[in-house]
Antibody, heavy 122, light 107 residues
């Protein structure tokens, strides 16, 4: 069965960096694009970034462009989110999400991890 | 960006009721509309994609319909496990955007 397990969240000061990881299993990781989606406490869902199945393409929300970088290591079945210059408004649960279709960069996702909480506070 | 507006924001219903949630896009989108269910403290679950296609394992009491800018999620015969928040999402164009959510509560 598909499993996505995020890690790397925590409390960080504004302006600092954090790297999130997502370990995937139960499917052919190298054939699927992956998203990061976040949810601020008590708020709705916000798409953050996508990386293509082979890592050759990525897209970002305007709110994180230039500060966050998505990457993947298909040999380790893992996707990452490097978050720099963090702001209070980046405080959220970050979810790793699998694209439903092979070799597609469609903007929705069928399986979600349990999420990892990032708190940006001084 | 395409804005997604759900209505109502919340509703109260009883087990066995039929529930309808609507989602309106700020511009015409193709059938690239998905629905998610999120129970309290849990990750969202994928219910429906391409407006009306049920994700594997999702009970048949869930259904989706619509076109253009107006879409609907219907739950027939509401079950106790269906009390949750529901989100629509357009993935017709980047960035993908979500509705603000509809909370289905027990009456």
């Amino acid at each position: 069965q598909v499993q996505l397990v995020e890690s790397g969240g925590g409390v960080v000061q504004p302006g600092r960096s954090l790297r999130l990881s997502c370990a995937a299993s139960g499917f052919t990781f190298s054939a699927y694009g992956m998203h990061w989606v976040r949810q601020a406490p008590g708020r709705g869902l916000e798409w953050v970034a996508i990386i293509s199945y082979d890592g050759s393409n990525s897209l970002y929300a305007d709110s994180v462009k230039g500060r966050f970088t998505i990457s993947r290591d298909n040999s380790k079945s893992a996707v990452y989110l490097q978050m720099n210059s963090l702001r209070a408004e980046d405080t959220a649960v970050y979810y790793c999400v699998k694209v439903p279709f092979m070799r597609s960069t469609t903007g929705t996702g069928d399986f979600w991890g349990q999420g990892t909480l990032v708190t940006v506070s001084s | 960006d395409i804005q997604m507006t759900q209505s109502p924001s919340s509703l109260s219903a009883s087990v066995g009721d039929r529930v309808t949630i609507t989602c309106r896009a700020s511009q015409v989108i193709s059938n690239s509309l998905a629905w998610f269910q999120q129970r309290a403290g849990k990750a969202p679950k994928f219910l429906i994609y391409a407006t009306s296609s049920l994700h594997s394992g999702v009970p048949s009491r869930f259904s989706g319909s619509g076109s253009g800018t107006d879409f609907t999620l219907t739950i027939t015969t509401l079950q106790p496990e269906d009390f949750a928040t529901y989100y629509c999402q357009q993935y017709d164009s980047y960035p993908p955007t979500f509705g603000q959510g509809t909370k289905v509560e027990i009456k």
